[in-house]
């Protein structure tokens, strides 16, 4: 063997491994999980895919092989990854030692590259100015080497993307597997010829990202930023999405409980299966069982319809998330050869002339559109990160969540039906390609078990609204629809063109994104008798968090109301709207929290928009408590602004105040000021001279006082402040504290106006994945150990890792007393 022979059979080796063995021990990539888990295990296994991969920012050369002759290379799929810029001849000798260059770190998933960049002032970045919150996205590359044990040999597994932003391309050991455009919806590969097992060697899978191109309008992330799962099962099993579960006849007494399994056949030869589907309750305690006997031919696929029943039901509510189970089993011979789990809820939908009607009882809904970004993170947010946003909006007295605009990941959807908050599932774009059907089929076989989702949408203020195209478009996606789930109605969120060319007519239900001036949705109620009206946007309210002057220069917008949108009302008078007119259904406001990109009105420095109710952080902003008082039960009095106002002593302050009470007393330093009567969804106003000291309100309902507000003039800033919102994380490298900071006086009282820079420093089994303070101009570095405070607050994000012990994190800021928090690990 000549020089030249042996430096290419060595360099083969490289490729097939990816990197050398020196790169491999040292960034110590195998996940052992997964072998660990399946061996021996003759039902099925779903992996979780997250950790120890490796991450390369920018566009690599990929030259396939090429057969060379005798002992050459002969396999064409297998992709040569080199450093940028430059593909490697594996035939020359001096590129190919480009592999020890290639500069690679190691990330776990979810991961969100385009939130680790600078933000840059460049209006192409998006459809209008920071349209993609001028955060620069590009070309990257993930990849992972894994190994699978000999036990799965002859098995079928294959691996699932939940979410991957966007246009993603999929190899693994060399075989191109597939490409996806969609950055919303899910792609699976099926990956059992392309595998080693056991002995045979380990395993590379190469995901390459174009994030180039966007899909929207708003900060959408680049990478591989939802889950990504690893499943086994034999070669009988139940399909991908294989089960289907409806309850379409609901009483007191009993649910009758439709179900229907997919069940595939990859053996070359036919199998007779017996198929077992178990009802179960939440604690585990059998209700039902039905079997039946199939015979599945060669490399066929077979559904099985059966029915079951629930003796007194206890119905799905948000205020009761009462689930269900479905234990699916699939046998042969004798032995169980798969297993699949369904969960489900009992409960009925209705929207009609008159409203939403869920169990049969008019139940309206108390709704906010919401991006899935967050402070520190981008998209790519841990699962508790999507818990803690919702319960956020729980504490609100929201009932619904409406996924703007695209489908969202499945374990929000999980977390919906089990907190209880109805969903509003929205299909990407109205496209009736190829495509674009595909897209929303997996949508729907997805996220059609979910009690939580009560209505699909098709689509969101497309410009091809009210056309005879469009509606063409619309009618084959609701005809879709209504083959694969005809348990919902569909609608789409309309702007424009209602009554313009038959559009409205395909939908089962006429989205209003607000009414227009005028209420137009109460007009049309009247003169389209037959027309099912919902207000899946109401308001689109501009604030920034603790202003309350507008500044154009900062791009700050004050929440007292001085400027607003003309196409929606008010925070909570949206509200009367819907109780004055009930067949409106609800409400989706929007929005829930503010986001990346659309800054409305305002362009460049301004990175965020100032729609929430919440900043990016949760923090709440004054029009919250509109919402509060609207939705909720528990007695609300929030008044505003705050109380800091050197050089304005004699000057006339408007006060503001939302309220649910009858009545509200208003006091400053303990002096009344007047008595006002409340009127429903709108605020309440004083004028009044500002001297500094205590302002407080008190409600009253019924003559009685029920609830009080203070704000005071604060003392001069003297101390950081740390609350966690949990004392306890699981060691599991996924579990996250969400940690908020405060900048106080000495008295301990909030500095509304503070902005003192604070640093952060931990020790233990955890660190510190990003920070925020719902600044929207903000050009701080999320990925950091320090933010500014904005008005008062920041955040900071602590993730666990996988060891137990104690994470101290502590918070310091020149001039101020610093704090400690401890959260355990266990």
């Not at 800033?717 to 966690?724: E, P």
Request: hydrophobic share 35%.
């Amino acid at each position: 063997m000549n020089r030249y022979t042996h430096f290419k059979n060595q360099v083969l080796q490289i490729l097939l491994l990816g990197v050398s063995s020196f790169l491999l021990s040292a960034l110590n990539l195998t996940d052992a999980t997964a072998q660990n888990k399946q061996a021996g295990s003759p039902k099925r296994t779903k992996e979780k895919f997250d950790f120890n991969w490796q991450f390369h920012k920018g566009d690599i050369a990929i030259k396939l092989a090429v057969r060379v002759g005798q002992g050459g290379i002969t396999d064409t799929n297998v992709p040569v990854i080199t450093k940028k810029d430059t593909a490697l001849d594996y035939t020359n000798f001096e590129s190919a030692r480009v592999l020890k260059q290639v500069d690679w770190n190691e990330v776990d998933l979810p991961h969100d590259w385009a939130i680790e960049g600078t933000f840059v002032h460049d209006n192409t970045l998006g459809s209008q100015p920071a349209g993609s919150g001028y955060l620069p996205t590009g070309i990257g590359f993930y990849r992972k080497e894994f190994e699978i044990p000999e036990a799965s040999k002859g098995k079928k597994v294959s691996v699932e993307f939940d979410g991957i932003f966007r246009n993603s391309t999929v190899w693994v050991n060399g075989h191109l597997m597939g490409t996806h455009q969609s950055g919303y919806t899910p792609c699976n590969y099926d990956l059992t010829d392309v595998l080693r097992y056991g002995n045979e060697g380990k395993n590379v899978m190469l995901v390459k990202v174009d994030a180039t191109q966007p899909e929207g309008w708003w900060y959408e992330g680049a990478g591989i930023y939802r889950h990504v799962w690893l499943i086994t099962t034999d070669r009988l099993h139940v399909g991908r999405f294989g089960t289907y579960v409806t309850t379409p006849i609901v009483s007191d007494a009993a649910a009758t409980v439709n179900m229907k399994t997919t069940l595939r056949n990859e053996y070359s030869t036919p199998k007779n299966a017996k198929l077992v589907s178990t009802i179960l309750d939440s604690k585990g305690l059998v209700l039902d069982t039905k079997t039946s006997l199939c015979s599945i031919e060669p490399l066929g696929t077979t559904e099985i319809s059966q029915t079951g029943a629930i003796n007194k039901p206890r119905l799905w509510w948000p205020e009761t998330p009462n689930l269900y189970k479905i234990r699916t089993e699939v046998w042969e011979n004798g032995n169980m050869v798969d297993t699949y789990e369904t969960t489900f809820g009992v409960r009925t939908v209705e929207i009609n002339r008159n409203g939403v009607f869920l169990n049969r009882k008019y139940y309206p809904v108390k709704g906010t559109c919401n991006h899935q970004d967050f402070a520190g993170i981008g998209v790519a947010l841990p699962d508790k990160i999507n818990l803690y946003k919702l319960k956020l909006l729980k504490e609100m007295g929201s009932n619904a969540y409406r996924c703007s605009h695209h489908p969202p990941t499945p374990e929000l959807l999980n977390m919906c039906d089990s907190i209880g908050m109805l969903v509003m599932d929205e299909n990407r774009h109205l496209s009736g390609s190829e495509q674009g059907l595909k897209d929303l089929s997996t949508m729907l076989y997805r996220d059609r078990n979910h009690p939580s989702v009560f209505m699909w949408g098709m689509e969101n203020e497309e410009a091809i609204q009210g056309t005879v195209t469009g509606a063409r478009i619309l009618k084959t996606l609701v005809e879709t629809v209504h083959k694969i789930d005809p348990t919902r109605p569909v609608t789409a969120a309309m702007n424009h063109a209602r009554n313009d060319g038959g559009y409205s007519n395909e939908l089962d239900v006429v989205g209003y994104n607000y009414g227009d001036k005028g209420l137009a949705y109460v007009k049309d109620h009247e003169n389209y008798p037959n027309r099912v009206i919902f207000c899946t946007e109401s308001t689109s309210y501009v604030s920034t968090r603790g202003e309350y002057v507008n500044d154009w220069g900062k791009t700050y917008v004050s929440n007292l109301g001085k400027w607003q949108p003309d196409w929606g009302p008010l925070p909570g008078e949206d509200w009367a709207d819907i109780v004055k007119y009930p067949f409106l259904g609800g409400t989706f406001v929007w929005t829930g929290f503010d986001y990346r990109g659309e800054p409305t009105p305002f362009q460049w420095p301004s990175v965020s928009s100032h729609f929430g109710i919440m900043d990016v952080c949760g923090f709440p902003k004054d029009g919250y408590y509109a919402y509060k008082a609207a939705w909720g039960d528990k007695p609300v009095v929030h008044i505003f602004p705050h109380w800091n106002w050197p050089g304005k002593e004699g000057d006339s302050v408007t006060v503001h105040c939302y309220t649910n009470c009858d009545e509200v007393e208003l006091f400053l330093n303990g002096k009344k000021i007047s008595r006002q009567k409340a009127v429903p969804y709108t605020k309440l106003i004083w004028k009044l001279v500002y001297k500094p000291g205590k302002l407080e309100a008190r409600g009253y309902t019924n003559g009685k006082l029920v609830t009080s507000d203070v704000v005071e003039t604060t003392t001069a800033t003297a101390q950081v402040a740390l609350n966690s919102d949990v004392e306890v994380l699981k060691a599991d490298g996924t579990d996250v504290a969400v940690i908020r900071v405060a900048i106080k006086d000495a008295k301990g009282r909030v500095v509304p106006t503070a902005a003192n820079l604070v640093k952060f420093s931990i020790e233990g089994p955890g660190r510190i994945i990003g920070t925020g303070n719902g600044n929207p101009s903000s050009h701080e570095p999320d990925k950091a150990s320090q933010r500014m405070a904005f008005n008062g607050y920041c955040l900071v994000l602590v993730q666990s890792n996988k060891q137990a012990g104690e994470i101290r994190l502590k918070a310091s800021s020149e001039t101020l007393k610093g704090d400690e928090v401890v959260i355990k690990v266990q």
